[in-house]
């Protein structure tokens, strides 16, 4: 157990791809956590997604030893935390379980608004921010700049701010002197009853739900008997450990330290992220503040393009759902795409990591449909109220009293000469201004935006617009009723159900065109003429035609090379694979989720 005043616990904020992990990494190697040769790959994302998109999903923690110029050795426990909007409630107990942050800001891109959105979180927190500018090295870094920036734009005194590369080791020393000397040390009551947070829970293969806790007081053992006060369960703590990264076994976590514990725990979804866990004989009598149950708020249905895979993509999600238990699923049917799940995601960028790795770690060719938030439905002639959770179940028109949809406030951050664009985008998905500034040459715009119109490919679009500068976040801020309707597509006069949507009716005429021209380019020509039209209701509000093909694909080998034609013919039947027939109509695996960009047309 470390003395209290012998402990710092920080997390590093900081926008993403502004160097958060590569300085992590370079503090671990600086204290000797690992060799050189153990850092050439970076340890903090340890999931291979996340590496490729070089995002943080899980958060993860580091104990680093660290031997101060005041002489004495202090405990550092460094708090990675996720970098990306969906994830918000993750960031915010991370947080809760710090008392002081490292702010990392690019020296050649300045502040950006994840940035501004988690410093005012860890401000919340009672946070020591100690500003980090980092990538010095780079030619067009301008640390005075930045600096200027960061007391302008958040507020912060920046005048002491260290300047780092956290590629090339500069400024590293620094950085930890910093932490000891600015950022308090945790206070809490060794002899009260045990409180500990649950900042965070993952599934290992070997050790089962691995629970990182940060002990806010008493002390949590081996062999000890907890409560879990949200979820009402008792655990019997069979290890106590901290990551070096490596794993370290220890007997106990005393008050201020941040380690992990296993309890024999099988899933994930009975841990809940913010729960207080207590001693089961001696419990505290509060729980601590902050907890909330996550809700997952875009719904897709996930149906593998074969049917005959669907026991395979069943235990695949179940898989999956094994250490993430923030994404829920329920079996779903649908006429036209057989036997496949309704999925809930914390937003979309959880989607499509889902998505991605069902599609690779677990080899599933998936059809997805339209992303879809939960509308509130009120029945009329007091037939109550629904949550609408998938456009095939909206009921009939006329039974309708009033549907209400989930509306958000977002905060862009962009440099100045993309606003026209932006706010334009903006406008095109009913958005609502509520404020502009300019801070330091950049603006700063304040929406209201339906969630439904942000879902699918805002954040794509936003980020195309503005060549990746602009950036992006968002909350929640209930409901309000919208003239909604059930926009339906119809292939040769079949409804294709993964691609029917709720959207607002002055939007849909536009949405209709532009998914049936999309459509039109993406379905392959058939022997036939092939009509492609939007609907509401009965009503046909766009409408396109796939011409008939003329020719045998066949036809240019003349007859004659038998091996070629064959070999044409296999890879016409390798493709069929990847389509789905609808009715006569066979539509490629890709136009599904193509279909569904907006484009330009938004
Ligand atoms: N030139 C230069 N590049 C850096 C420096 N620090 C990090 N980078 C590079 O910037 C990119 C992003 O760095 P990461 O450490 O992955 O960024 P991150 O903030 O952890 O990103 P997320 O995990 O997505 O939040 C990588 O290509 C790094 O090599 C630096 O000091 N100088």
């Known amino acids: 157990m470390t003395p209290l005043d012998k402990i710092r616990n920080f997390s590093i904020i900081a926008h993403i791809d502004h160097g958060k992990s590569t300085l992590a990494d370079r503090l671990i190697q600086v204290t000797g956590g690992l060799t050189a040769r153990e850092m050439s790959e970076q340890v903090l ?21 660290y031997k101060a110029h005041d002489g004495e050795t202090y405990t550092l426990n460094l708090m990675d935390t996720p970098g990306h909007v969906d994830f918000a409630y993750e960031v915010s107990r ?3 379980a710090c008392e002081g942050a490292l702010l990392v800001v690019d020296a050649a891109q300045g502040v950006e608004a994840q940035t501004l959105a988690n410093v005012y979180q860890s401000i919340e927190h009672d946070h020591e921010i100690v500003p980090v500018i980092n990538k010095i090295d780079l030619p067009a870094a301008d640390a005075e700049k930045v600096r200027a920036e960061i007391e302008e734009v958040i507020g912060l005194d920046a005048s002491n701010a260290v300047l780092t590369s956290a590629k ?119 729980a601590l503040p902050g907890f909330k149950l996550v809700q997952p708020v875009v719904f897709c249905g996930l149906f593998p393009v074969d049917a005959a895979e669907f026991e395979k993509l069943r235990e695949s999600i179940g898989k999956l759902r094994l250490n993430d238990a923030s994404f829920t699923f329920e079996m779903e049917s649908s006429a036209a795409l057989g036997f496949g799940f309704r999925c809930g ?40 109220h629904l949550e609408l959770h998938n456009p095939a179940d909206m009921p009939d028109p006329n039974k309708i009293a009033l549907i209400s949809e989930p509306w958000i406030e977002a905060v862009i951050y962009c440099p100045d000469e993309y606003l026209g664009p932006i706010l334009k985008l903006c406008q095109d998905r009913r958005g609502i201004q509520k404020n502009l500034t300019y801070v330091a040459g950049r603006a700063q715009v304040t929406y209201e935006l339906p969630l439904n119109e942000v879902v699918f490919d805002f954040y794509d679009r936003l980020k195309s617009i503005s060549r990746g500068y602009a950036s992006f976040d968002y909350h929640q801020i209930g409901y309000r009723e919208g003239d909604l309707v059930k926009m339906s597509i119809l292939v040769n006069a079949e409804p294709v159900d993964a691609l029917s949507m709720i959207v607002h009716r002055g939007t849909a005429e536009a949405r209709g065109r532009g998914m049936c021209e999309r459509l039109k380019d993406l379905i392959p020509r058939h022997l036939f003429k092939i009509p492609i039209q939007a609907a509401i209701g009965g009503k046909v509000i766009a409408r396109e035609t796939i011409a008939a093909m003329r020719k045998d694909v066949t036809a240019k080998c003349y007859g004659g090379d038998i091996s070629r034609k064959k070999k044409l013919l296999d890879k016409q039947k390798e493709g069929k694979k990847r389509m789905r027939e609808y009715g006569s109509v066979s539509i490629p695996q890709e136009a599904f989720i193509a279909a569904l960009r907006m484009g330009d047309d938004g």
């Open 345 to 384: 995601f914390l937003g979309l960028l959880h989607l499509e990591i889902i998505q991605e790795r069902l599609t690779r770690e677990y080899d599933l060719d998936l059809i997805t449909t339209a992303p879809s938030v939960v509308y509130e439905i009120e029945l009329t002639h007091g037939g109550g």
């Open 94 to 96: 991370s947080l809760a």
């Open 168 to 286: 090339s080791g500069i400024g590293i020393e620094e950085v930890l002197e910093a932490i000891v000397t600015r950022i308090p040390p945790p206070k809490g009551d060794a002899d009260a009853p045990l409180k500990a947070m649950l900042v965070d829970s993952w599934y290992d293969p070997y050790l089962g739900v691995v629970i990182l806790v940060r002990v806010m007081a008493g002390t949590l053992k081996k062999g000890q008997q907890i409560k879990f006060m949200a979820t009402g369960t008792t655990h019997l703590v069979d290890r106590v450990g901290c990551f070096r990264p490596k794993i370290e076994q220890l007997t106990e976590l005393g008050v201020g330290e941040i380690g992990f514990i296993t309890a024999q725990i099988k899933e994930v979804a009975q841990t809940a992220v913010g729960d207080t866990i207590t001693d089961a004989k001696r419990p505290a009598t509060e």
């Open 45 to 65: 994302d340890n999931m291979d997604i996340e590496k490729e998109r070089g995002i943080t999903i899980k958060a993860q923690t580091v104990r680093l030893s």
